[in-house]
């Protein structure tokens, strides 16, 4: 007897507690839904932010719509991108600059589309470029492999006289993608589905509890990785540029993080840094962005183009940044600021 009511109470208190994790669930996406006009609700009724185009094998933004949330809306054009609507063929003396990248270009944390990189870089090339064009060709999630292929399947159409590249930090991902790979034990992996915000929202409310002196167990050092991959792809991106004879301006990434602030401030602008990246540690990914960036800067110059290295010019903390690595409002203007004048200085000059 005493057995069937254990056996009653478990049940019930496991019943109780998937409906407690529902409940929750269900605020999480509602609350996702309002602030940003994503959320599982999109998948059901079809009215995705993304799509899959099978020709380029590129995800997209839904062409020709409009997420609307209350801290971030995003506009689409007929292309897919977070951009005007810009006819492919040009006008007479108009001048096109297509700033490709990822997140931090497409404007992940950016309110509207006229907050944007592309947009504060736009305005203030518009003073002294009456017809120019700057196109948002940023894609969140990318990495430099998509970013080759979305520049030969959807920006070379515009034309464009100029490619400012700010690669991201997405192909690091790869590396703790990687660690997790290998086996480490028999038990069966469970995952929750993919639009679930449950146990992200709990992981990254919860990476303050992980202090530097646990966070040093089982990470992995930036001198350890094999960079050849990545090597690889820089080398076929620039050898891509050289092909289609478009000059390219490239921009070192840019982090909130700094190695000369105190290590409490450090761990507190990394948080979503590592928990996209959780195979390092805060040293670590100074070391891999460092070197990512010194990779950048080396092939670069290696075929004959540009850097402005942003990483040294673009102050970190909370004022410019939105988290680890995205860009303010603040942020993005004096980033459109810096490459504005580069542009000017040296491409377009009078």
């Not at 062409?63 to 801290?71: A, E, L, Q, T, V």
């Not at 966070?215 to 991959?229: M, T, V, Y």
């Not at 004879?245 to 105190?262: E, Q, Y």
Request: hydrophobic fraction near 40%; charge should be neutral; charged fraction near 20%.
């Amino acid at each position: 007897m005493e057995l069937i009511l254990d056996n009653r109470t478990f049940f019930k208190t496991l019943f109780l507690t998937i409906v407690i994790l529902l409940a929750i669930e269900l605020a999480l996406q509602v609350r996702s839904h309002i602030r940003y006009g994503q959320s599982v609700f999109n998948i059901a009724s079809g009215a995705t932010a993304y799509q899959f185009d099978p020709q380029l094998g590129l995800k997209l933004l839904t062409k020709n719509s409009f997420i609307d949330g209350k801290i971030n809306a995003i506009r689409s054009n007929s292309m897919g991108l977070r951009s005007p609507e810009i006819p492919l063929e040009k006008q007479d003396k108009e001048i096109r600059i297509a700033l490709l990248g990822a997140s931090t270009v497409m404007g992940t944390y950016s309110k509207n589309n006229e907050d944007t990189w592309s947009y504060q870089l736009q305005y203030l090339l518009e003073k002294s470029l009456p017809r120019v064009n700057v196109i948002n060709a940023g894609i969140a999630g990318y990495t430099v492999d998509n970013q080759i292929s979305l520049l030969n399947g959807v920006v070379l159409p515009y034309q464009p006289d100029l490619i400012v590249w700010y690669a991201g930090f997405n192909d690091i991902s790869g590396y703790c993608a990687t660690e997790q790979a290998k086996p480490s034990h028999s038990l069966v992996n469970i995952k929750l589905p993919k639009w679930s915000l449950l146990v992200d929202l709990a992981i990254k409310n919860t990476m303050w509890l992980r202090t530097t002196k646990f966070e040093l167990l089982n990470k992995i050092s930036a001198k350890e990785l094999d960079s050849h991959r990545y090597q690889t792809t820089l080398q076929k991106f620039f050898e891509n540029a050289n092909a289609i004879d478009i000059p390219i301006l490239t921009i070192t990434m840019a982090r909130a993080f700094r190695r000369d602030m105190p290590l409490e401030e450090q761990e507190e602008l990394s948080v979503t840094a590592r928990y996209y990246n959780s195979c390092f540690s805060v040293d670590g990914l100074h070391d891999v962005y460092d070197q990512h960036n010194e990779l950048l800067t080396r092939y670069s110059e290696k075929f004959g183009q540009r850097v402005l290295r942003l990483d040294r010019l673009l102050p970190g903390g909370e004022l410019h940044f939105s988290d680890a690595t995205h860009f303010s409002l603040k942020g993005t203007q004096l980033a459109s600021e810096l490459v504005a004048a580069n542009i000017l200085n040296e491409y377009f000059k009078e």
